[in-house]
């Protein structure tokens, strides 16, 4: 919406772009950060847990702040807008509400300044703004894998992007400006129609309702960000493998909740819409990224915490289900490193056996059932729920690997019924099942 009108704004102006300026490029990178996407603010206020009917009253109050801002920005000085547009980017770290409208509002500056600086490229300009524009997109990706691609230092720095990107774009676009008569109102009629029949539509077409069982049926899935292992997103499929087999909590981890390198997708809101199930989510990196539970049952978050770690941040978390009785169970992500993992099983294992303790500790550990360090460890005070061990549960071309496991108190009053690793090319993990029956 926002670059809709971003577009409509810029090629309406007299005479023609021959290149792109490098105050456009900075523009677009704003845009890419973030600022266009509600769910991405939002994350980045750090409300962590939305569910459908929040975020379309969301979109629909951001789609309305962002047009009043664009009117209003369109008759004030070029340079109170740039001074205002450099202190609103701090409202990435506003872990509030408070921050979603400044974000909101820097968007809605940033088109009204857009066309009022003179845009005519250079082809100076199009080399350094296209250097800069990748540039800032390998940083921000990096926020996310920066130890994986060797930029550690950009891990949950991705403010420090905004506030930079932010700061360029006002300075570039103070000077040179041109005032320009823009019938906003009229052209902003048709996409704010458009925003409030989409969001009845989605309203009216996602209105799940799940239903419990007489056992309590527990997953524990690495999402891998909903893609499958050939790189394609299977949001759609990863929705109907839980839809056929109705598990009543599901512990995840690689959990992505909209974020810049795999274009702002929102499995937390996607799998409770379609679902109707419940959930809290931890995120670890930019409050985009980590892991959650999700549940049928009523789900209340104890806490988490950030294990220590060599590589990338490794959460668990620790939450309540009503299942008629109190369950407390941790879903945890371990590290890929055996020295790091027998560190973190530590404490792991304090964090869970502190009060209420974790019945159920599930999650992958990126670990064989053979690592005495980790698994060995955790196994003096929980049990494997599956007796026999699988084959493997990770896959990766020719490579394979049990990472994944669900465990069980040892005086925990649970009964394990059945137990199933559920077969599925959805992502590089396959879900593992344990049904317990319920006293």
């Known amino acids: 919406m926002i670059l809709f009108i971003g577009a409509y704004l810029l090629f309406g102006m007299n005479g023609k772009l021959k290149t792109p300026s490098f105050r456009l490029y900075t523009f677009l990178m704003l845009m890419e950060l973030g600022l266009a996407y509600p769910n991405a603010l939002l ?83 199009f080399t350094l ?15 996310y894998v920066g ?20 700061l360029l774009y006002s300075l570039l676009t103070i000077k040179g400006s041109e005032d320009r008569s823009i019938n906003i109102l009229r052209s902003s009629l048709t996409p704010i129609a458009f925003l ?49 087999k109705s598990p009543d909590v599901i512990a995840s981890q690689e959990v992505i909740g909209g974020s810049i390198h795999n274009a702002y997708q929102d499995l937390p809101l996607l799998i409770s819409s379609r679902t109707g199930m419940t959930y809290e989510y931890k995120p670890t990196v930019e409050g985009t990224y980590g892991i959650a539970v999700f549940s049928k049952y009523p789900i209340h978050y104890i806490g988490g915490i950030n294990l220590g770690s060599i590589g990338q941040t490794r959460p668990a978390m620790k939450v309540s289900l009503d299942i008629g009785r109190e369950l407390t169970i941790v879903n945890v992500h371990m590290g890929l490193n055996e020295e790091e993992r027998a560190m973190q099983a530590e404490e792991l294992l304090k964090f869970s056996l502190k009060e209420p303790k974790a019945e159920i500790l599930l999650g992958d550990f990126n670990a064989p059932s053979t690592e005495e360090a980790s698994i060995g460890l955790i196994e003096k005070y929980y049990s494997d729920t599956f007796p026999i061990a699988p084959e493997f549960t990770w896959h990766w071309g020719k490579w394979k690997e049990r990472d994944d496991y669900i465990f069980l108190l040892k005086d925990s009053s649970l009964k394990v019924k059945s137990m199933e690793v559920i077969k599925t090319d959805i992502s590089d993990h396959y879900p593992m099942e344990v049904v317990f029956e319920l006293p």
Do not use: C
């Not at 009043?68 to 990435?92: C, E, K, N, P, Q």
């Not at 899935?221 to 759609?236: E, S, V």
């Open 43 to 125: 994350r980045y206020s750090g409300i962590n847990v939305y569910y459908l009917r929040e975020f379309v009253v969301m979109s629909i109050a951001l789609g309305l702040l962002f047009y009043l801002t664009l009117f209003i920005s369109l008759s004030i000085d070029i340079r109170i807008l740039a001074i205002a547009g450099i202190l609103l980017s701090i409202g990435v770290y506003l872990q509030n509400w408070l921050g979603v409208i400044f974000l909101a509002v820097l968007a809605g500056i940033s088109v009204a300044m857009l066309p009022r600086g003179k845009l005519e490229g250079r082809i100076s300009e």
């Open 196 to 244: 409030f029949i989409s969001a009845l539509v989605v309203l009216v077409a996602f209105h799940a309702s799940p239903a419990t069982s007489s056992d309590l049926k527990i997953w524990t899935y690495n999402l891998h960000m909903g893609f499958d292992p050939h790189g394609h997103f299977n949001g759609r499929e990863l929705v109907k493998l839980i839809e056929s």
């Open 129 to 143: 703004g296209t250097l800069y524009f990748v540039i800032v997109s390998v940083l921000a990706v990096g926020a």
């Open 147 to 166: 130890r994986d691609i060797g930029l550690p230092f950009m891990e949950n720095n991705l403010e420090v992007l905004i506030i930079l990107t932010a």
